[in-house]
């Protein structure tokens, strides 16, 4: 916050995104070149107008990177309508974990499962077994929140029975730690029944 503004001239690929003047209470926006790397001013507020009346000063923009609000898209629409509007690093990062993180937990809940000794093989299929098409895999738009949140406590679950199983074998809560991977604290905090979950 106690860096000054550069004062840069011309732009051409700019990065905007929201600031916090004080945490929580009072937003501004950030502009930064990105060829530079460098901050090239800070305005009072993050509305659409304050944006574009920026921008419009500005007319060598040709691309501006942005997050998924429409506030910062419709302020380049308006004030630099020349420029392509691109997605910055950290939202194609989000987007792209949203789309994989329950395709990689439903992935390792069925290997989980498909590992546990009370679940043999099935000796009457062939050990070569068809790999589910994109569409059985990728979660529907709509349901993706609900089954990423439904995959990581079925992966929560599953560790917890593991967790008891090897308590009723009487192993020591840093010898199941080390043995799951786990905190040892975190397997001393778990409940001794499965209560905790219903």
Known sequence: MALAPCATPLV????IDDW????????????????????IDLLADRSTETSAAWMRKHPEIKVVSRDRGEEYAAAARLGAPQ???????????????EMVEPVLARCLTEIRRASR?????????????A???LEQWRPRPERSAEQASLAYQTERYERYEQVLALRAQRL??????????MKERTVRRLPPTGRYFS
Request: charged letters at 25%; a positive charge; proline letters at 6%.
């Open 117 to 129: 000794p009370d679940h043999p093989p099935d000796e009457s299929h062939s050990t070569e077994l």
């Open 172 to 181: 020591t809560s840093k010898e199941i730690a080390r043995q799951l991977g």
């Open 12 to 15: 051409s690929c700019l990065g």
């Open 20 to 39: 916090s003047f004080r945490r929580g209470h009072t937003f501004g926006t950030i502009l930064v070149d990105l060829t530079t790397r460098a901050i």
């Open 131 to 133: 790999l589910p098409s």
């Open 83 to 97: 420029a392509r509007q691109v997605s910055d690093r950290f939202h194609l990062v989000k987007n792209l974990s």
